[in-house]
């Protein structure tokens, strides 16, 4: 046996949802940015929710120029039920779980790298991946017996683990084509004869890391001596950027790393002359699809417009400064 009771038209909760935020608001304006639609969507619902119950819920303040808006005595009576509603739907357990709908994705890169390229950037990554949940952790390049650079266990445990290295040997594609540069801070320019040709550096202290060797330089500036062998060893490319900045020598370093200094003018580009490293940062293998992909494809483009920035903004520095 059937029933000929027509079953109660039921409001939306998006209509719900606009006429309690502007409730609590007062404005339509005010509304549709906390839920990010305009104030013309949000009037609209009000209007379908207005049709349906059969009487305003909203009336304008006195002086006809405002904006804002209160409750009737309907509307008043309304809003007691919907929030009861709203609050019940909320609570359910199963309207809880939006967390698990995040993807988490564990990242690991070199330290410098991650400082100066990756975290300045990260909120770009995470407005466009809302959902992902991003863990960002350092690993610490070194040299093995075999003079090849590798990271520490960490990167077993990554979604996707940023490398630096030989990539042709990973079988990877570099992030970035890098350019080296010899630079020092003001202090250290001050306290040494002026450069007027690339072998005057033979005066001048030259700081040493296994990560960067002089030799690709050297051979760029047409000298032919080998890599220097006094004064301290930096196995990280951030210390010896740091030594240099507070004068300790002369630092070939990347743009696309010592950009912020550059900037701020801690360290000063001393010749015109580019050499490309012989070591690169790239990503290591990893699993096609998913969070770990979304990751490689957005930092891939980063290092693709912030190299070839850096280096003219250095360049750019080096010219007002008229390197060699």
């Known amino acids: ?108 890169a070199p330290p410098t790298f991650a400082r100066q390229i990756l975290v300045p950037h990260l909120a770009e990554f995470t407005q466009k991946h809302p959902l992902i949940e991003l863990e960002l952790v350092l690993s610490v390049p070194y040299m093995n017996l075999h003079n090849s650079p590798h990271t520490n266990a960490s990167a077993s445990a990554a979604d996707i683990a940023i490398s630096f290295g030989d990539a042709q040997a990973s079988g990877t594609t570099p992030l970035m084509q890098d350019a080296l540069i010899p630079m020092a801070s003001p202090s250290m320019i001050a306290q040494h004869p002026a450069l007027s040709q690339p072998s005057d550096l033979a005066k001048w202290p030259l700081l040493r890391t296994p990560l960067e060797p002089w030799t690709p330089w050297f051979r760029s500036a047409g000298l032919d001596w080998p890599e220097p062998q006094s004064g301290p060893k930096f196995v990280d490319l951030g210390l010896t950027l740091e030594a240099a900045v507070s004068g300790q020598g002369v630092v070939l370093a990347r743009p696309s790393l010592a950009r912020a200094w550059v900037a701020s003018g801690a360290l000063i580009p001393l010749f015109n002359i580019t050499a490309i490293p012989t070591q690169s940062y790239h990503p290591m293998p990893f699993e096609d699809g998913g969070t770990a992909q979304e990751f490689a494809a957005w930092v891939g483009a980063l290092c693709e417009r912030v190299a070839p920035a850096a280096l003219q903004d250095v360049l750019a520095v080096g010219r007002a400064q008229q390197m060699i």
């Open 1 to 108: 046996m059937t029933s000929n009771t027509e079953p109660a038209r039921l409001p939306s909760i998006d209509g719900l949802r606009a006429f309690e935020t502007v409730a609590r608001h007062g404005s339509l304006e005010r509304a549709g940015e906390q839920l990010n639609i305009t104030a013309s969507a949000v009037g609209k619902r009000i209007a379908t929710l207005e049709a349906l119950i059969g009487a305003p819920l909203f009336k304008r303040n006195r002086k006809s120029d405002s904006k804002t808006l209160s409750l009737t005595p309907t509307g008043t009576e309304y809003l007691t039920q919907v929030s009861a509603a709203l609050a019940l739907l909320q609570a359910m357990p199963l309207h809880q779980r939006a967390s698990q709908r995040q993807q988490r994705l564990r990242v690991t």
